[in-house]
Nanobody
Framework: QVHLVESGGGLVQPGGSLRLSCAAS????????MAWHRQAPGKQRELVAL???????NYADSVKGRFTISRDNGKNTVALQMKNLKAEDTAVYYC?????????WGQGTQVTVSS
């Protein structure tokens, strides 16, 4: 499995921005899927943004136009830039990797959007 460590979470006011980063323990160049998921209290974990090794990205409808996922193969990191944050974006955000038919998850980082 790939060891993943997230960072960058915190408290932000509505309308603010945050940048999450996920550091992988190995090269992500050949990792088919890198993604961010989130889980809010009392809700199921959901896919937020996905990036595949072919350079394609996909986003949940709720974050389109506000969130951007990016891969840095040289640094083995995946970032999630979040803008115009809303209260409903409050959740624990998890980094995810899918390689060789095996999923890997990070420990999660809390994002709280509140005034």
């Amino acid at each position: 499995q790939v060891h993943l460590v997230e960072s960058g979470g915190g408290l932000v006011q509505p309308g603010g921005s945050l940048r999450l980063s996920c550091a992988a323990s190995e090269s992500i160049f050949n990792i088919h899927i890198m993604a961010w998921h989130r889980q809010a209290p009392g809700k199921q974990r959901e896919l937020v943004a996905l990036s595949n090794s072919g350079g394609n990205t996909n986003y949940a409808d709720s974050v389109k136009g506000r969130f951007t996922i990016s891969r840095d193969n040289g640094k083995n990191t995946v970032a999630l830039q979040m803008k115009n944050l809303k209260a409903e974006d409050t959740a624990v955000y998890y980094c995810y990797a899918y390689k060789d038919s095996r999923p890997s998850w990070g420990q999660g980082t809390q994002v709280t959007v509140s005034s």
